[in-house]
């Protein structure tokens, strides 16, 4: 029985072997489909619709992540995600908020503070209100945050390297490098508190910190050294000749285009500059993007299989921005549901067609699980 | 392929050059062989190679160092990476991509290959490096071989012209050391590539070197000759070479199978002096077991289970590791350390399974297997930093280790500095540390920073350290690492002291030659477990890959170290005979 089953597959099909060359899904499709669901949560404070963008994200990543080391950040993001509400609370609490309320829950002592400090208050009335408030706003931005490790836990921020302009290649791998600096350093920062309860020294607290500090800085520096000779060895930063003038033109192209960009901005964004905005905006992008692909030509990198676009890059990127955009829609066009009332403070409730809209996120988790594959 | 042109290279503030003289030229598919004590330049000698002397270390170079043509003084590292390829002493810090597959294919994209061509060159250095089953692995995950050769394939898809290695095989075990040079002479042999490499492990590599240069000490220049020419003089030698000089022959034998065809008479010579040096059990092996019989591993083992209470839980060796330094008489066991049915889990891998151990007073015990069987795992255990998942760890007293990477242990700016926080940290009275320094590091000045120290004396300084607070049971995690053999025989005379004053010393090490030289007994690891426990001779000797040089060389004798040769050679032969 299984065997007929298995000889129905069409013969190009690749064999699930444990060695699949990599997984298919383009990085970038990855970060948009994150970043889009971190939009979403940016129009919507209601703890019910943020919880279930979470769940989705944390869902998705679940079932999709590889098992690199970068994809064990996402727990450290969600770590992260939660200091934050708490920190928000702890501002609500000590420094209390201007949202009005009349359910007290707990009165601090209050701090005098001098004149010139108006409008800061130490202490005094917390409400349930102004908690609420800091909850919500703090869950907002946790769900950002997850949604941004969900995207580092996905793609490996050095997969989407291969997909930068050739201009901008090696500013990328500088960053790529600085990026796994910092597990590193944590890694050096464990080994030497080791060796320091070696030595029957305190490892915890302000000062054994402190005193592996140093060592550890030194170690990450000489490493990084090591790697800055390892890779100028390696050919990193070479460049071809190209004639002056096309270098010539290459700068003018992309700074006027950046210096456009940023003048088409501001008139879009002040009053008075709506007619001319949108025009400068646009041909200052279009010289950029030009000077870029002409800087492209220094460059004599090549690229070892990069990652195809695909059908369901597409897919997975348009169930992110289907995401957002529903939730855009649904704050303009109900906002009282979005953004549930503090006050008269009301229990929130779920909105049932923006909830749907958000379970359409799921859908890379059905089309995406291979990358769990890899050994 | 390689010529230097009277090249001599001084660091910005150094008084005085760091090499110089250096003028040979090494033919096309070569392998030549950098020897020489620590300290003499053999790192610079290498970067010249590439350009990374002096155009990223900074200094000044004399001379002339052209590489296929190139002269490294108008072409930047870069420029050249597409006839050099260069492997650092730490393969870690050479990767800039974390997957295999992709580490392959940097140099050449950073060179601008056609993707059709690259992919063809990866897959090709996959086979022949062997690493086609690892290929979309996480660099992070793959032991120290699997590393080394990523390393040396990410050089070689570019197809360089030289190859420049430093201590390619100093970190890896005695079979992935074995499997890197393979890759190597093949590389040489079929593909005629130029090798430069450097490295301390001499009895690994001597026999692949077509020639060697010879740098005997600092600011001399170097002497290149063949491997035969250049042994016959070098104050660093391999024990085949050791034992050749001292049977005589020359040439000298440069492998294993040289020497043994040359040793029957040697062998004779042997047997006349010691009628049981056909069992292994010679005088000389006596001298190396600890006092009466206190080290019996195998029969302590099974006999008596003697030890102490059966608390198979945690709390005990929790409280034993907050107490480590500060009670002197931590749980009563008559061992400096007793194992039993020991097990550690480092997340969902199993590092240790069914441990028992027990560890005697003055005995020296080797821990010896693969890159990641284990070995610094019960290392870290027995110290305390590991808790164990099942079983237990009984130590009879205060334990320390000296991690691998010595530097570890040290922060203070001076050593006298050092000196004063171990006293404080061990609660010695002042001054113990700085008498043990002076004692195995005569001649340092106590405002020395320990960074300046050599590797040899930044071990030695660390072991004081250590020794600060009078472990009974002394750890030492690959303690030769990076030490040349001038160092390591230091070293040496420094443990056996120690194992006479009553320490019992456990060292996890991949040097056959020093585990030989210096331990009573031997534990060789795979994955976790223990598979095989004895006294040295009788555990290394029946290994291919665990048999130092001396071994191999006399069997079916059974000597292990050229010491206990010449210690034999100059008794009386039982005979009447005498060879005058």
């Known amino acids: 029985m299984r065997r007929s089953r298995a000889q129905r597959h069409p013969v190009g099909a690749p064999a699930p072997t444990r ?107 917390v409400t349930a209100e102004s908690l609420l408030a800091a909850l919500y706003d703090g869950l907002r931005l946790a769900t950002l945050l997850i949604c941004v490790g969900a995207a580092n836990a996905l793609a490996n921020p050095s997969r989407l390297l291969k997909s930068l302009p050739g201009a901008l290649y090696e500013i990328g791998v500088a960053v790529v490098v600085a990026l796994t600096f910092a597990p590193n350093l944590i890694a050096d920062v464990q080994r030497l508190r080791a060796a320091r309860r070696l030595r029957g020294r305190p490892d915890r607290g302000i000062r054994g910190l402190a005193q592996v500090g140093l060592p550890v800085l030194e170690g990450a520096l000489e490493r990084s050294v090591a790697l800055a000779a390892a890779m100028d060895a390696r050919g990193y930063g070479r460049t071809a000749d190209v004639p002056p003038a096309v270098r010539r033109t290459t700068t003018a192209l992309t700074l006027g285009g950046l210096l456009g960009v ?91 067609w923006p909830a749907a809209a958000v379970l359409l996120g799921l859908l890379p988790a059905f089309l995406a699980p291979t990358s769990k594959e890899q050994p | 392929m390689i010529r230097f042109d009277d090249v001599s290279v001084t660091y910005d503030g150094a008084a005085e050059p760091t090499v110089t003289g250096v003028d040979f030229e090494i033919p096309e598919g070569e392998l030549v062989l950098l020897a020489g004590p620590s300290g003499v330049g053999k790192s610079t000698v290498l970067g010249t190679v590439s350009g990374l002397v002096p155009h990223f270390t900074g200094g000044t170079l004399r001379g002339r160092v052209t590489v296929a043509g190139r002269d490294t003084r108008t072409h930047k590292p870069r420029e050249l990476a597409d006839v050099v390829g260069t492997v650092g002493q730490d393969p870690l810090s050479h990767f800039v991509t974390d997957t295999v597959e992709d580490e392959l294919a940097y140099g050449m994209e950073s060179l601008g290959l056609p993707p059709a061509v690259m992919r063809r060159r990866v897959e090709e250095t996959l086979d022949l490096l062997g690493l086609a089953d690892l290929r979309s692995r996480p660099i992070a995950t793959l032991s ?54 450097a490295e301390h492990r001499l009895e690994r590599v001597v026999q692949y070197a077509d020639q060697i240069a010879l740098l005997p000490s600092p600011g001399t220049p170097p002497i290149l000759g063949t491997p035969a020419e250049v042994m016959a003089v070098s104050p660093v030698y391999p024990p085949v070479v050791a034992l050749g000089r001292l049977a005589g022959w020359t040439p000298l034998p440069m492998t294993v199978r040289d020497a043994r065809r040359r040793a029957a008479d040697l062998r004779q010579r042997l047997e006349d002096r010691d009628d049981i040096a056909l069992q292994g059990r010679g005088a000389a092996i006596d001298v190396r077991l600890p006092p009466r019989g206190r080290d019996q591993p195998q029969r302590t083992r099974s006999r008596q289970p003697s030890t102490p209470p059966e608390l198979p839980d945690e709390k005990p060796i929790r409280r034993r590791r907050f107490r480590r330094r500060h009670t002197p008489t931590p749980p009563p066991s008559p061992h400096p350390a007793d194992v039993q049915d020991l097990a550690v889990t480092h997340g969902h891998i199993q590092a240790l399974r069914n441990i028992t151990l027990t560890l005697t007073p003055g005995g020296i015990l080797a821990l010896m297997g693969r890159n990641g069987a284990g070995k610094s795992t019960l290392l870290n255990t027995l110290v305390g930093l590991v808790a164990p998942a099942a079983g237990s760890v009984t130590v009879g ?24 926080a171990a006293d404080a940290d061990a609660g010695a009275a002042p ?135 010449k210690a034999a050679l100059a008794r009386e032969p039982r005979s009447e005979e005498s060879p005058s």
């Open chain 2, 431 to 565: 001054g113990t540390c700085r008498t043990l320094v002076s004692e195995l590091l005569p001649g340092v000045p106590d405002d020395t920073h320990p960074r300046d120290l050599s590797e040899g004396q930044r071990l030695t300084l660390a072991l004081a350290v250590v020794l600060t607070a009078r472990p009974s049971l002394l750890l030492l995690d690959e303690p030769t690492r990076g030490l040349d053999y001038a160092a390591k025989a230091r070293l040496v005379t420094l443990l056996r002291e120690l194992a006479t004053r009553g320490h019992a010393i456990v060292l996890a090490t991949h040097d056959v030659e020093l585990a030989a030289e210096l331990a009573h007994r031997v534990v060789l690891l795979a994955e976790g477990e223990v598979i095989a426990d004895g006294p040295t001779a009788e555990v290394v000797v029946s290994s291919p890959s665990f048999a130092p040089q001396v071994t191999k060389i006399l069997a079916p004798q059974q000597w292990l170290t050229v010491t206990q040769v």
């Open chain 2, 144 to 197: 120290g071989g699997q590393q080394q050769r990523v390393a040396i394939g990410s050089v070689l898809t570019p197809h360089p012209k030289v190859l420049v290695l430093d201590e390619p095989t100093s970190a890896l075990d005695p079979a992935a050391a074995e499997e890197v040079l393979a890759v190597l002479q093949r590389l040489v042999h079929d593909l005629g590539a130029t090798v430069l490499m």
């Open chain 2, 397 to 420: 007293g205060a334990v320390g280790l000296v991690p691998q990477e010595p530097r570890d242990l040290l922060y203070a700016d001076t050593v006298a500095a050092e000196c004063t």
């Open chain 1, 262 to 352: 940023c003048a088409g901005t501001y008139g879009l964004l002040t009053a008075e500059g709506g007619t001319y905005g949108l025009p400068v905006l646009l041909a200052g992008l279009t010289a950029a993007l030009a000077g870029l692909s002409l800087g492209g030509r220094r460059s004599l990198r090549t690229r070892y299989r990069p990652d195809p676009w695909n059908l369901r890059a597409w897919l997975v990127t348009g169930s992110g921005a289907a995401v957002a955009a529903a939730l855009t829609f649904a704050a303009s066009h109900d906002p009282a549901a979005l953004h549930p009332g503090l006050v008269p403070l009301v229990a929130p409730a779920l909105p049932l």
């Open chain 1, 19 to 125: 060695h699949r060359p990599r997984p298919q899904l383009h990085p970038g499709a990855w970060w948009l489909w994150s970043l889009s669901l971190g939009t979403a949560a940016t129009r919507t404070t209601n703890p019910l619709l943020l919880s279930l963008l979470i769940t989705t994200s944390a869902y998705v990543v679940a079932a999709c992540r590889p098992d690199t080391p970068t994809a064990r950040s996402y727990t450290a993001f969600v770590r992260l995600a939660l200091a934050v509400i708490a920190i928000r609370l702890v501002f609500a609490l000590a420094l209390g908020s201007p949202i009005p309320g009349t359910h007290t829950l707990l009165t601090l002592p209050e701090v005098p503070l001098p004149d010139w400090t108006q409008g800061i208050r130490l202490g005094g009335r």
